[in-house]
């Protein structure tokens, strides 16, 4: 089991940064891959970035960067340049592959984290 906690969301203006951060607990976190979807009022949960036990990782969105520390069991994704569109609910997963696109093939979710950005 893994439990799955965001944090770090908020209101923020455009073209500002914010980092969330996901705590993770449970012995088999360091063997799994970590990712971020997002999702928007009205539309599907959105892969946004993943990244592998080993640290290998994948951005679709150019001005995100995900990282994680083993040691502290968290991973963050770091939020730059950001745009009106980025408002979402923001969740963290764990799952068997860091580069899986799709919600279903992952076995834990934390409760998610709003990010609102404002004009």
């Known amino acids: 089991q893994v439990q799955l906690v965001e944090s770090g969301g908020g209101l923020v203006q455009a073209g500002g940064s914010l980092r969330l951060s996901c705590a993770a607990s449970g012995r088999t976190f360091s063997t799994y891959a970590m990712a971020w979807f997002r999702q928007a009022p009205g539309e599907e949960r959105e892969f946004v970035a993943g990244i592998s036990w080993s640290g290998t990782s994948i951005s679709v969105k150019g001005r995100f960067t995900i990282s994680r520390d083993s040691a502290k069991n968290t991973v963050y994704l770091q939020m730059n340049s950001l745009l009106l569109e980025d408002t979402a609910v923001y969740y963290c997963?764990?799952?068997?592959?860091?580069?899986?696109?799709?919600?279903?093939?992952?076995?834990?979710w934390g409760q998610g984290t709003q990010v609102t950005v404002s004009s």
């Open positions: 997963a764990a799952g068997p592959r860091f580069d899986a696109a799709r919600a279903e093939q992952y076995d834990y």
